[in-house]
Antibody, heavy 120, light 110 residues
Framework: DVQLLESGGGFVQPGGSLRLSCVASGFTFYNYAMGWVRQAPGRGLEWVSDISGGGGSTYYADSVKGRFTISRDNSKNTLFLQMSSLRAEDTAIYYC?????????????WGQGTLVTVSS | QTVVTQEPSFSVSPGGTVTLTCGLSSGSVSTDNSPSWFQQTPGQAPRTLILSTNTRSSGVPDRFSGSILGNKAALTITGAQADDESDYYCALYVGSGISVFGGGTKLTVL
């Protein structure tokens, strides 16, 4: 069974940094693109970032471009999201998302999410 | 700025059929946008229903179907059940690696 387990969320002050991780199992990790989707409290889903299977191509929403960096370690079946210059509006549950193939379109499996709270 | 539009709310009677739609502010939705549909209940992670316009995700009953209707993507639920009461989100691929979610539709079954 596909499993995605996020970690790294927590409380951080504005301007601070945080690194999220997502450990994947149940599939051949490097054969699939991966991504992050977030959901602010009481709000809808927002696409954040995607990365290709090999890690050579990355994509970002305008709201996080220049502040967030997505990466992956295929030897450890792990996806990362390095977040810096955090703002209050980055407060959200961050979900790890598996793509159905090497392309970055669509999401077939989701993690349970990790909560990031940005507040002074 | 690309905006993906969904009905904010919808209601359906138990056993009834409902069609939710997903549009683009900048024009028509096509299969090139690879529409996806997701179901989410409060406090839970999203669940994928439909990929690539009309492909049901693993384990999704055939009561759920996806299509293109006119210039929008559509999710049709036939034989609605009480536990279909959820928030439904669509997502569209708009090119250059960018995806956009709609604002979601709150479906009530009553």
């Amino acid at each position: 069974d596909v499993q995605l387990l996020e970690s790294g969320g927590g409380f951080v002050q504005p301007g601070g940094s945080l690194r999220l991780s997502c450990v994947a199992s149940g599939f051949t990790f490097y054969n699939y693109a991966m991504g992050w989707v977030r959901q602010a409290p009481g709000r809808g889903l927002e696409w954040v970032s995607d990365i290709s299977g090999g890690g050579g191509s990355t994509y970002y929403a305008d709201s996080v471009k220049g502040r967030f960096t997505i990466s992956r370690d295929n030897s450890k079946n792990t996806l990362f999201l390095q977040m810096s210059s955090l703002r209050a509006e980055d407060t959200a549950i961050y979900y790890c998302a598996k793509k159905p193939d090497l392309a970055v379109t669509g999401t077939d499996y989701w993690g349970q999410g990790t909560l990031v709270t940005v507040s002074s | 700025q690309t905006v993906v539009t969904q009905e904010p709310s919808f209601s359906v009677s138990p056993g009834g059929t409902v069609t939710l739609t997903c549009g683009l502010s900048s024009g028509s939705v096509s299969t090139d946008n690879s529409p996806s549909w997701f179901q989410q209940t409060p406090g839970q992670a999203p669940r994928t229903l439909i990929l690539s316009t009309n492909t049901r995700s693993s384990g999704v009953p055939d009561r759920f179907s996806g299509s293109i209707l006119g210039n929008k993507a559509a999710l049709t639920i036939t034989g609605a059940q009480a536990d279909d009461e959820s928030d439904y989100y669509c997502a569209l691929y708009v090119g250059s690696g960018i995806s956009v979610f709609g604002g979601g539709t709150k479906l009530t079954v009553l």
